[in-house]
């Protein structure tokens, strides 16, 4: 595939949900989320809304339930990437996502790995389907800075599974599972 700006509403032609990538390079080369550090990929001049957004390791304040996303706009951090200040829904990236809270634009969601999420991926960037953003408001985080919170929700699409998990079922687990049933009757 031939790279590509990300500048699309919706799937990427190539790339269906589940696709995973090895590095945040091989992501923004098929166009699926494009920005090599901001966790936000929106239309510059904020009018169209929001492309892609990624969840990693980050803002503590993000919460991931898998269908369900609160999502923390970027901002007031200092150059350790601890929170220092407010953010502002003028702030660009948080302004397309404030925008597609409006338009309701598909925005695609990308998981990379995070150790302390369950649906993340356990290496490299994963490209989860397309979510709507339900609601945006300004909340107080957990160090007492105002966030721009958002919340997405997953669109059900025809064909398209779960979001997977890290939780894998080997044969150690299996038993041990099946021990605790015969146990439980």
């Not at 080369?29 to 904020?46: E, F, L, S, Y």
């Not at 107080?140 to 997405?152: S, W």
Request: net charge positive.
């Amino acid at each position: 595939m031939t790279t590509s700006n990300g500048r699309v509403y919706g799937h990427i032609e190539g790339y269906p949900v589940g696709t995973v990538f090895p590095s945040k390079e091989a992501l923004g080369k098929a166009g699926v989320h494009v920005q090599r550090q901001a966790g936000i990929h929106g239309d510059p001049n904020a009018n169209g809304g929001a492309f892609s957004i990624c969840l990693s390791e980050g803002y503590e304040d993000n919460v991931d339930n898998g269908n369900t996303i609160t999502y923390v706009g970027s901002g007031g951090q200092d150059p350790n990437g601890d929170q220092s200040e407010n953010q502002s829904f003028e702030h660009p990236p948080n302004k397309s996502l404030l925008i597609s809270s409006e338009t309701k634009r598909p925005v695609r969601v990308v998981r990379g790995k995070n150790k302390d999420n369950y649906y993340s991926p356990k290496s490299g960037y994963r490209y989860d389907g397309l979510y709507v953003v339900d609601d945006a408001s300004m909340k107080v985080g957990k160090r007492g800075f105002k966030m721009c919170t958002f919340l997405l929700r997953r669109i059900e699409e025809e064909g398209v599974g779960p979001v997977p998990t890290r939780r894998t079922l080997d044969v150690q687990k299996l038993l041990k599972i099946s021990r605790a049933n015969k146990r439980a009757t």
